[in-house]
């Protein structure tokens, strides 16, 4: 029973955290996520759904990590572990995403993606997804 119990905690959790760091690269790239998707802005659904899969990347890499290195560790540590995971994947997927904004001279990252530009979109998913990829491979 209590294997269930963490399987339910850890997809709560999961969806909270994915939540989260949608909500969190909403703040980092100023446009809303919420209207832009409203608007049918792909450029703002590719950048969603680059963070989740690589939120979803680093949590997978995280709980498998526990679950190999520490047996008798309790449901407690394992998710405090799991977040503490998580807080370093999406600090490094925003640092991430300002460098490249920063380094990208020609074009501004914020405003192209919330003038819809797909390319832009597509190329800060891409970006999240391989620096979480790193990350998951950091954690195992």
């Known amino acids: 029973m209590s294997e269930f119990i963490?399987?339910?905690?850890?997809?709560?959790?999961?969806?909270?955290l994915m939540l989260l760091g949608t909500f969190v690269v909403d703040l980092v790239i100023p446009c809303h996520f919420p209207t832009e998707i409203k608007k049918k802005n792909v450029a703002v659904g590719c950048?969603?759904?680059g963070i989740s899969i690589g939120i979803g990347i680093v949590i997978?890499?995280?709980?498998?990590?526990i679950s190999i290195e520490a047996i008798e560790?309790?449901?407690f540590l394992g998710v405090v572990s799991t977040v503490?995971?998580?807080?370093?994947?999406?600090?490094f997927c925003v640092l991430g995403y300002l460098l490249l904004n920063l380094i990208?001279?020609?074009y501004n990252l914020n405003q192209e993606i919330g003038e819809g530009n797909a390319a832009a979109g597509i190329m800060v998913a891409g970006m999240f997804i391989g620096l979480c990829t790193i990350i998951s491979g950091v954690i195992m």
């Open 60 to 65: 997978k890499s995280a709980i498998m990590t």
């Open 73 to 75: 560790e309790t449901l």
């Open 6 to 16: 963490s399987i339910a905690v850890y997809c709560v959790l999961g969806i909270v």
């Open 104 to 106: 990208n001279k020609k």
């Open 84 to 91: 503490g995971y998580y807080l370093v994947g999406l600090v």
């Open 47 to 49: 950048v969603m759904a």
